[in-house]
């Protein structure tokens, strides 16, 4: 007995103590926080799988029947999902010269609504895990399924349940191809400006508005799906769209997801948003995953050979996931 009502008065001793920074309103004592979110639940298993079904084809490099293959994967289950479907082909060439087939993939909901929202992510995958730890790795492709992969597959989730519950605004999703065959480090090329990665959003981007298409915001996903992963506010999102970048985090704060959503800010990173931004003059800002271990500089897999599906977190999926959901379904 004499033990239960030490242990009971430990109990609120801990309780009282952790509400002490309650931001000083005087509210002692345990409170409970009802999360009101407004948008349908983003399943983490169903991404997850998506993400595992890409990687399956092989990697998907530029001008590979794994990439022509996981294509038709990837638009045929947005088409399924209820989605409008574009494919933009275009014939680009890597930093050395060798002509690639690149094909972004454009699924749009409700295209009649004037407002409409960007979703993004590239889905090929580096054609050399330049980052190994194995010098004898260098030159192999990586499956990319946090790089790459893991924003498709968040993607596709949403597709699925645009579908299920349509929301007040138009959303377009758009897979962009080409992002991750920018000059390897064993390459001996000077004058890497940047420009040698992000060849399909660039290709659209320099077209999109001429097409009459805007939107009012996007967001683009960039390794969304591995473990030991946080998200920093990434410094060129700061300088093109600060605030999406405070909707975006403060939405996945606001619904459980204050571990994943760090408010301090990253460096910048060369990423399908820039061009976005650039040239098609859309504020677009970037998810992208840091190593939480370090809290700064990409996951630990990155372009090595372990970017593979099993490094791949259902947890991180969801927290991105549904903070993308909650965002979407906020929207007026
Ligand atoms: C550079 O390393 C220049 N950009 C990183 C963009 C990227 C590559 N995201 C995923 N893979
Ligand atoms: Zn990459």
Sequence with gaps: MKKTIWLLSLLALLSSCSSCGDGGNGNQGNTITVVESVAPAFDADSAYTYVARQCSFGPRTMNSAAHDSCGNYIANELARHGAAVYNQYANLQLYDGTPIRARNIIASFDTANACRILVCAHWDSRPWADHDADKNKHKSPIDGANDGASGVGIIMEIARQLQQTPPPVGVDLVCFDAEDCGVPDWAEYDGDTGDTWCLGSQ?????????????????????????????????????????????????????????????????????????????????????????????????????????NIQHIDRPTLKAVGQTVLEVIYSEK
């Design 203 to 307: 290709y659209w981007s320099m077209r999109v508005s001429a097409n009459g298409y805007s939107a009012r915001f996007g967001i683009l996903l960039d390794m969304v799906g591995g473990k030991n992963t946080v998200f920093c506010k990434e410094q060129l999102s700061m300088h093109f769209a600060p605030s999406i970048v405070d909707k975006v985090w403060a939405a996945g704060q606001r619904i459980g997801y204050a571990k994943y959503f760090n408010n301090s800010v990253g460096g910048g990173v060369t990423d399908d948003h820039v061009p976005v931004n650039r040239q098609a003059g859309i504020p677009c800002i970037d998810i992208i995953g840091t190593n939480a271990d370090k809290m700064e500089g990409f996951p630990a897999t990155w372009h090595t050979v372990n970017d």
